[in-house]
């Protein structure tokens, strides 16, 4: 289990992110963090299957959740193969 502090700060961001994919009418939500600290998200409506998504993914979602949480080693969408 993350470190509570790790867990809150990868909320925060998330929350942060959050009003940029509902306008899209997508959304996104934490579903664990490993131990070996991979960050693991689902892409919820329109942004689960959006073209653009894994552009999203890297250039948006991965350098806010890694500069709020430099010990993050990766980030995964579960929902994206």
Request: glycine fraction near 6%; include cysteine.
């Amino acid at each position: 289990m993350a470190a509570p502090d790790l867990q809150q700060r990868i909320e925060s961001t998330l929350d942060e992110l959050r009003p940029y994919l509902e306008a899209d009418g997508g959304d996104i939500r934490l579903v664990e963090i490993t131990p070996d600290l991979v960050v693991r998200i689902e892409l919820l409506g329109a942004c689960a299957d959006c073209s653009m998504i894994h552009m999203t993914l890297k250039g948006g979602v991965e350098s806010a959740l890694k500069k709020a949480a430099p010990e993050v080693t990766a980030i995964e969408a579960v929902n994206l193969f």
